[in-house]
């Protein structure tokens, strides 16, 4: 066991623990955001520098100060470790300079997008970053590839963190898609144009942080907000089936993940779920997801809105009489 | 007792030879009324005369097109989210191959709809749009018998090429530091 202090607040874990799942532990206040980790995903992490902290003691037994900041996902703690995250001026400084760098190339189609919303890139760009860019560069492009019918890829809009590359590995058998080229050109991208079809491809739609992997058959259909997202199941062979799903009206625009509050997905769901199931009676519901109230998804949703009476020259007088009553 | 001393005392006094003729109390009213025959007149000869509106009126909107006479609208829904009276809705749909010359980018709004009944003119939809398609104007939502009538599609919003709207007035130019 260690004793770790992260903005002020300690906390007792387990050695071999990262500053990252001990700042989670503590809770959402101190956990630095992450747009490449994913604590679902063995070896991911390390790629986009935005749970960069600064540690102010190193140990109890060396108390110097690491001379750098450190990528909270992949710096092991140490005991009697002092870790600051907001309240260090050089990690805002530095993650303000690290959400610069992800939007270099990054379109700002959030308009477009059928992401926005729900985008970690646009919580991290509105909470840590700058509202002006500083380049002058075009954004880079890229020859548009069909990689199936079930999921759109906008390599455009892709931060590379890897997720999508880990998932394909991990959840499923036998990968066909991967990073290609090197540096600034490099792209996700299948061998030959090779179509991602596999039982738990849809996957890459819940892990990717961004739109650069959204779903096909959900693909301008509304935003995210305008949906009403409820908690549903159903008896399924190949996963879990418990699912989120989407709706607007009476149809169900799409099927996800149930994500928790670090936006990684609970359980990883197959692609008959998600894809194929888009009717009321294929599932049962649970109730409403709770969301966020900050979030957007819940704007304009009232939970506890008693509906008015419509009156009627026939009800009129009943009404009349029973708020007569009430009185 | 008294309470307060905004009461008045009603009196029973007779009247004299002069009030009870009646006809100086007529005359003098009559005068008021003559005299705002020459006063100038508060109220307009609509629709033959017109009111000047000012730069910031908010009157009924309209979907810009850019110069290329594209429509800008994305259906991106940030009107509608920001709207208080939720009297915008929105389809989108994806522009095919061969409509590039009538939508801007690849996605637009197949059905815009605002409700003008349950619009409250605050011109927020026009300062949320991050696509410069919705401006307020200073035209005037007519009369009409019906309420369905109110329910404002892409038909009647949408400018028409040959009949621009000018918004130069109402156009912010904002500036990020």
Known sequence: MAKVTIDGQTIEVADGTTILQAARMIGPEVAPPTMCYYSKLKTSGGYCRTCLVEVSKGSEKDPRPMPKLVASCRTTIMDGMEVKNMTSDKVIDARKGVVEFLLLNHPLDCPVCDQAGECQLQDLGYEHGSAKTRTDFERRTFDKIDIGNKIQLHMTRCILCYRCVKTAEQITDGRVHGVLNRGDASEISTYIEQAIDNDFSGNLIDVCPVGALTDKTFRFKSRVWFTKPVDAHRDCDKCSGKTVVWYKGEDVLRVTGRKDQWGEVEEFICNTCRFDKKKTSDWTIEGPRAISHQSVISANHYTKMVKPRELTLNNIKTIALTEGENK | ?177
């Open chain 2, 1 to 177: 007792m008294q309470l307060t001393n905004r009461s008045k005392v009603v009196s029973n006094k007779e009247m004299s030879f002069k009030e009870k003729l009646y006809i100086p109390a007529i005359l003098s009213g009559m005068g008021v009324t003559f005299k705002h025959m020459f006063k100038k007149s508060v109220s307009l000869r609509y629709p033959e005369v017109t009111r000047q509106f000012s730069p910031v009126y908010r009157g009924m909107h309209v979907l810009k097109r850019d110069a290329e006479g594209r429509e800008n609208c994305t259906a991106c829904g940030l009107c509608a989210v920001s709207c208080p009276a939720e009297a915008i809705t929105m389809d989108a749909a994806e522009r095919k191959k061969g409509e590039e010359h009538l939508y801007r980018e690849e996605k637009y709004a197949a059905k815009y709809e605002i409700n003008m009944l349950r619009c409250i003119f605050c011109g927020l939809c026009e300062e949320a749009c991050p696509k410069d398609a919705i401006y307020l104007t200073d035209r005037i939502v007519e009369s009409n018998y019906k309420r369905n009538s109110f329910v404002f599609g892409k038909d009647v919003l949408v400018e028409k090429i040959e009949d621009r709207i000018d918004i130069t007035k109402r156009k912010k130019s904002y500036k990020i530091d």
